[in-house]
């Protein structure tokens, strides 16, 4: 069976370049043959699609600070979400209840609010805040919480992409044919994550036959060869940002030393 990655946690360039690499594996087999035609033009084309995006974006002199803001709102957007979630955990019912506030708002406008398009994450970002800044009990909960800092954060990171990507649009032209990477990427995970499930029922349906067994096995040890890969490449980088986060929390925690 063809082994599961986050494939959503690759940055731009990795998940581009394991499509092409994927894409180069599934070229030297025989897709109609092995009756995984259609979900394998159809993952190729959306990293056709992303690659011309990346271009497009790296190109742009205001991509790059698009990038930058975008991130932005979303480590705002998660921080309000982890903190909601903790204070989930209170050994105080009142503020219990005050989370549970906050949270089901979250909810409503979902997590992968951080995945959709530019002007979709912009728009629900937008409608959010204005929920908190003018519902009585979201502005309380929102207060309760200490989240008015990260509010009024989060509100004005995303004034300054909706401007940026205004200014964006009017240098480039009509804002339909600005298609950004981000928006991209989620149908194409999907797309391969179909692909990878057609090829493993397949291989289920025919790893007794003496000679297509044998094709479905050698391009799912090669698939997953590369996937390993970029497992790897995730867990390094997992393992290097909980290293840099303790040794911040140390640094941070650690009570100056006196002499005599």
């Known amino acids: 069976m063809i082994h599961t990655v986050n494939l959503n946690n690759l940055r731009n360039a990795e998940y581009l370049q394991f499509g092409k690499d994927a894409g180069a594996l599934l070229s030297d087999a025989d897709a109609t043959a092995l009756g995984i035609n259609k979900p394998n033009t159809n993952f190729k084309s959306s990293i056709a699609s992303i690659e011309t ?5 790296q190109s742009s002199p205001l991509s790059a600070k698009l990038a ?4 932005l709102r979303d480590n705002a957007f998660l921080g309000i979400w982890y903190i909601a979630e903790g204070y989930l955990l209170h050994f105080e019912a009142a503020v219990i209840a005050q989370a549970q506030i906050v949270k089901k708002n979250l909810v409503t406008y979902g ?5 959709i398009s ?15 800044e003018n519902k009585p ?5 929102i207060a309760a919480l200490h989240l ?3 509010k009024v954060g989060l509100k004005q990171i995303n004034t300054d992409f909706e401007t940026t990507y205004t200014e964006r649009t009017k240098n480039e032209g009509d ?3 600005i298609n950004p990477v981000k928006t991209l990427r989620l149908p194409s995970v999907k797309l391969w994550e179909k692909l990878a499930t057609t090829i493993n029922a397949q291989y289920i349906l025919n790893d007794e036959d003496a000679v297509m067994g044998p094709k479905y096995l050698s391009l799912i040890n090669n698939i997953n060869a590369l996937v390993d890969t970029y497992k790897n490449i995730l867990t390094l980088r997992q393992a290097k940002n909980k290293k840099a986060s303790t040794t911040t929390t140390t640094a941070i925690s650690t ?6």
Do not use: Q
Not at 68 to 71: A, I, S, W
Not at 122 to 128: D, F, G, P, R, V
Not at 137 to 141: E, I, K, R, V
């Open 68 to 71: 930058e803001l975008d991130f």
């Open 255 to 260: 009570p100056p030393t006196t002499n005599g």
């Open 53 to 57: 995006a990346f271009k497009t974006e």
């Open 137 to 141: 009990d979201l502005t309380a909960a």
């Open 148 to 150: 008015t800092d990260w």
């Open 175 to 177: 804002a339909a044919a």
């Open 118 to 132: 530019y002007p979709a994450e912009t728009a629900s970002i937008n409608s959010m805040v204005n929920d908190w």
């Open 111 to 115: 997590r992968d609010t951080i995945k």
